[in-house]
């Protein structure tokens, strides 16, 4: 990871902070053995809200070290709640969806959920955060993916794709590489 720029002045270096911090969900997720925390004793997975206490925990955390950053879990939208709002002062403004893939609103939540969400906001940029837990959730990545590719936003706005892959099965030892 690039060092973490935590000086927060512009809508720009907001939206590369909560880049940022997605990126150490990634990390924290897929290579330092939080996807264990997505998944219960028995290895099954857990729900949606278990990957959105883990974000919300690092961004959290990421948000005080900066001295400026804000996040606000379920913020009330007007159209809804969204999943996290980052915000630095009123005019700064960040919102961040996460979708498990299994869930049956992953593509309406890229097509329809987070754009409304940042129209009744007056927000440009969005985050949907997209988490694999199975293997076989590939074929829905690969679609989320192209779905991403031609979406189509008014007035400059703009959401940015991450996909976390949680699935265990994916994950050796590295003395087993």
Known sequence: LPKINLLIKTQETLEDFVSQVISQFKKGVESNEGYFLLFDEDDKPRGERAAQTLFWNIADTMCKMSGGADVSPEEKTGRGLVDFKFSEGYNKKVLVEIKLIKNQ????GLEKQLPTYLDAEDVDIGFYVAVKQLAEENVRVQRLVEKHKKLSLNNGKKIHLN??????KTKTSASKL
């Not at 996909?163 to 265990?168: G, K, N, W």
């Open 105 to 108: 609103k992953l593509y309406p």
């Open 163 to 168: 996909v976390i892959d949680a699935s265990l």
